[in-house]
């Protein structure tokens, strides 16, 4: 057998996803869709605030939508919204600095 394809089991628990997002940030497997570039920049943001934020935020529960799961990681100042593709690889699908 040349390997085996870890299939990961989705809703993800916020516990189980923060140490995904622990090792996709550990190993440099976080990528940014074209749509999160566009949102970052028109707030002003950078992927590296959005890395703060995946590190130190408040991961919430998935949602379900458009076929697949989201989930959130937020902080007072920004939300990042996020799609698990493996157990340490992660996609940022979209990013807002929260409106005060």
Do not use: Q
Not at 17 to 31: C, D, F, H, K, Y
Not at 54 to 62: E, F, I, Q, S, T
Request: hydrophobic share 45%; proline share 2%; charged share 30%.
């Amino acid at each position: 057998m040349r390997g085996t394809v870890s299939v990961l089991a989705e809703p993800v628990a916020p516990d189980a996803l923060r140490r995904i997002i622990r090792e996709a940030l550990a190993t440099g497997t976080v990528s940014f869709s074209r749509h999160a570039c566009g949102e970052l920049e028109k707030d002003r943001k950078t992927t590296g605030d959005a890395i703060n934020v995946l590190r130190g935020g408040v991961v919430r529960a998935g949602e379900r939508e458009n076929g697949s799961w989201r989930y959130r990681v937020e902080t007072a100042r920004m939300v990042v919204v996020i799609a698990v593709r493996s157990e340490s690889v992660i996609v940022v699908v979209t990013a807002w600095k929260v409106k005060s």
